[in-house]
């Protein structure tokens, strides 16, 4: 009856991956890259806009509605722009301030991934 020993890889305890921190690593490994998760700038363009369009609408869906209206044409950014600047809209009986963070970071998003058709 033979007993089998198993040799661990030795690791460098200064190396941040094998400390417990509680969270997982931030350093891919080779093996890894094909199952991380994509980085939003590493998406396809249509992608990054329709998850950007997905924060709007999931907060302001007449806003979104607009913004497909106007997409790919010149006047969306310049809409976008004063939907930031003035913090959302006004129609005399209605009147909106602010927008949560995530929209904001939607909207400045949109403006950088807007091409002109």
Same mark, same amino acid.
């Given at each position: 009856?033979?007993?089998?020993?198993?040799v661990?890889?030795?690791t460098?305890?200064?190396?941040?991956?094998?400390?417990?921190?509680?969270?997982?690593s931030?350093?891919?490994?080779?093996?890894?890259?094909?199952?991380?998760p994509?980085?939003?700038?590493?998406?396809p363009?249509?992608?990054? #806009?329709?998850?950007?369009?997905?924060?709007? %609408?999931? =907060?302001? *869906?007449?806003?979104?509605?607009?913004i497909?209206k106007?997409?790919g044409?010149?006047?969306?950014?310049?809409?976008i722009r004063?939907?930031?600047?003035?913090g959302?809209?006004?129609?005399?009986?209605?009147?909106r301030?602010?927008?949560?963070?995530?929209? #904001?970071s939607?909207?400045?998003?949109?403006? %950088?991934l =807007?091409r *002109?058709?």
């Amino acid at each position: 009856m033979g007993f089998k020993i198993q040799v661990r890889p030795v690791t460098d305890p200064k190396d941040s991956r094998f400390s417990e921190t509680g969270f997982p690593s931030l350093q891919w490994e080779d093996e890894d890259l094909d199952t991380r998760p994509l980085p939003l700038n590493e998406r396809p363009l249509q992608a990054q #806009i329709d998850h950007e369009m997905a924060i709007i %609408a999931e =907060h302001h *869906i007449r806003i979104a509605l607009a913004i497909e209206k106007f997409w790919g044409h010149r006047d969306c950014v310049e809409y976008i722009r004063t939907l930031i600047l003035n913090g959302g809209y006004s129609d005399g009986a209605t009147k909106r301030v602010g927008f949560k963070s995530e929209v #904001i970071s939607a909207l400045i998003n949109l403006t %950088a991934l =807007h091409r *002109i058709e």
